[in-house]
């Protein structure tokens, strides 16, 4: 071995000079549960700069709307944020009824309401037990897909499919409340709860996990509003701008609940708040069953907006008349514009139909919560570390589906 | 609520002002795209307004109308509870010409709502940071939301992108993995091993 003859100073003049590097973080890592791309310009392990590329499932859904029928978007929709469809598809049929100018029967307003909120359980749910996983925690994951199955064995009861429902329909619903509807989901939110009771206590005292999460992608208030931040991440950071407390839609000014907020905005706070989502979800789909009527219908009484029942079709020339102009002419919407927001898994999800008055829309232009929030990422992870991204990724809750359309 | 903020924009740019409407209760301004971005500062800015955040901004095609498109900008202020939808004509009935001025100094969200917009219906917005496309990639033909665009039409095949600085992209090369000093360029095979080890055609019997 040869002798070691260097001197401090000469180690010193042949160090090569601090040169950054660009690292390709995606479209398909494993830390990242979604198709997004991350270019950073990293200095040793601290990010100089990043550049979020989104786009990977861009399936021109706004096109393909513009083919069909109005009700022909519900699958659409629903492929949107694939994680809670049918908050998506009672989005949709908000739109369209506030252009249409209807108001849904009681009925179908809680039921909405009760299956909404179940959504909004599984996607945040879904998102904190991703969030999670990716920091090496994979036994919350395991404990929240149980409890994300038990509602998908609803969601399967009542719409026939497990992930993509279709089950909104423009003025109403596509069938009434099972039976046993109640009792089942009664049932499933206590599991949850217990679910989420047990996640709280193995994880808020688990430093490994604090320290990956807290005062990690901190954002001020004023950046986040400034981004067009909506739901628990803006919540997050402190400001408590909540579609359902603020802009009431179906009838959540008639139920109790609170809207948690964070202090910090960190990815701790955005973690916390959609665990607190969920308990405060069981709130109001306690209080729904509660009012959720037994009988009556679920569909607006009006022949050019909904379609016949079926016995009806195959036995009166009326009601097949009616089913033929629906499905083939689509149903006629006035001419005109309207933006409809709703309180989604993610955030305020909006839609702008715009008609021209035929039974296919001019332009659908679905506002995606989680668009503008992964716009807020290159502002997050600027300046933190390479390991902090995926904290930062996780807890932002980017459905690549949502975001690229 | 917001009708107030109507006649605000009314009295405040009375020559910008080209129509008004509320239909089901959606208060809506259309304005001269030139003043765009005075009027959109002024309602960031103003007390009465309040405009906090840009909630959202696209554009729809009209093919047949002169200006062609309409861009479309919702507003809504968290102070005080109201939205407000701003719209403004611009572009000639080819589709050229279609230009406005970026929000992307008075609201962040503008940033990736303007490139939306840009790739889908090839608006362009002058004054903004990073205009390039967003959801689709960078030899994308055309701008699908137009009307104009077939759905059916079928994109070129994109050829190796020509990038600079590309040997410094990751991945690195045959040395990538290899702890430092070990190249693999080091260690030359002997010929019959090399045969043996990359599957040549000689040990094969």
Redesign the interface.
């Known amino acids: 071995m040869e002798p070691l003859e260097r001197t401090l100073d000469d180690i010193e003049a042949a160090e090569p000079q601090r040169e950054t590097m660009l690292v390709n973080i995606g479209p398909s890592h494993p830390c990242t549960h979604g198709t997004v791309r991350i270019v950073v310009e990293i200095d040793g392990e601290s990010i100089q700069r990043a550049d979020v590329q989104v786009g990977f499932l861009h399936r021109g859904f706004e096109k393909m709307a513009e083919r069909g029928t109005w009700a022909q978007v519900f699958p659409y929709v629903d492929r949107c944020n694939y994680v809670s469809p049918l908050l998506n598809n009672f989005g949709y049929a908000l739109a369209c009824e506030k252009l249409l100018g209807i108001q849904v029967p009681e009925r179908c307003v809680y039921y909405r309401m009760v299956l909404s909120e179940l959504a909004r359980m599984v996607d945040h749910l879904t998102c904190t037990g991703a969030m999670v996983m990716e920091l090496a925690a994979f036994t919350p994951f395991l404990w929240m897909m149980k409890g994300r199955d038990m509602v998908y064995d609803i969601f399967e009861e009542e719409t026939g499919a497990r992930v993509t429902h279709s089950f909104g329909r423009i003025g109403g619903v596509a069938k009434p409340p099972s039976r046993g509807f109640k009792e089942n989901v009664a049932a499933v939110v206590v599991k949850l709860l217990e679910i989420v009771d047990e996640v709280k206590r193995l994880l808020y005292g688990t430093r490994v996990f604090l320290d990956r999460v807290e005062n990690v992608g901190v954002m001020a208030a004023e950046d986040a509003i400034s981004l067009g931040w909506t739901g628990p991440t803006l919540r997050a950071c402190g400001v408590p701008y909540d579609v359902r407390r603020a802009h009431p839609y179906l009838a959540y000014d008639q139920v109790e609940f609170d809207v948690p907020v964070g202090q910090a905005g960190d990815c701790y706070d955005r973690f916390a708040v959609r665990l607190e989502e969920v308990i405060q979800s069981a709130r109001i789909i306690e209080q729904c069953l509660e009012r959720l009527p037994d009988e009556g219908p679920v569909c607006v009484d009006d022949p050019r907006v909904v379609l016949p029942p079926k016995d009806k079709v195959y036995t009166t020339i009326e009601a097949t008349i009616q089913h033929f102009k629906l499905i083939m002419e689509g149903l006629k919407m006035p001419a005109g514009e309207v933006y409809s927001y709703t309180e989604a898994g993610n955030g305020e999800l909006g839609f702008y139909i715009v008609s021209d008055g035929s039974g296919t829309p001019y332009r659908v232009r679905i506002r995606p919560p989680c668009f503008l929030i992964t716009g807020g990422l290159e502002h997050l992870i600027t300046g933190a570390m390479v390991p902090d991204i995926v904290p930062c990724f996780g807890s932002l809750n980017m459905i690549g589906g949502e975001c690229d359309r | 609520m917001a009708q107030a903020l109507i006649e605000l924009l009314q009295t405040k740019f009375a020559d910008a002002v080209q129509e008004t409407h509320a239909?089901?209760g959606?208060e809506?301004v259309v304005v001269d795209p030139t003043r765009w971005l005075e009027i959109a500062r002024c309602l960031r800015d103003d007390d009465q307004a309040q405009m906090?955040?840009?909630?959202?901004l696209?554009a729809?095609?009209f093919p047949d109308r002169d200006p062609r498109f309409e861009v479309?900008a919702?507003f809504h202020s968290?102070g005080l509870?109201h939205?407000l939808?701003l719209k403004a004509k611009v572009g000639k009935p080819d589709g050229s010409g279609a230009q406005i001025a970026s929000l992307t100094s008075l609201?962040?969200?503008a940033?990736?709502?303007e490139r939306?917009c840009y790739d889908?219906l090839g608006v362009q917005f002058s004054g903004h940071p990073d205009l390039r496309?967003?959801?689709?990639?960078p030899e994308f033909e055309g701008h699908?939301?137009r009307k104009d665009?077939p759905?059916h039409r079928t994109q070129p095949l994109v050829p190796y992108r020509e990038a600079e600085?590309i040997e410094?992209?990751?991945p690195f090369g045959p040395d990538e993995g290899m702890p430092f000093g070990r190249r693999w360029r080091d260690w030359v095979p002997e010929e019959d091993d090399a045969d043996e080890l990359l599957g040549g055609s000689k040990g094969q019997h």
Do not use: C, F, Q
């Open positions: 239909m089901r959606d809506t906090s955040v840009l909630v959202d696209t729809v095609d479309v919702h968290l509870g939205r939808r609201w962040a969200s940033n990736w709502l939306e889908m496309r967003i959801l689709l990639y699908p939301l665009y759905a600085n410094k992209l990751p």
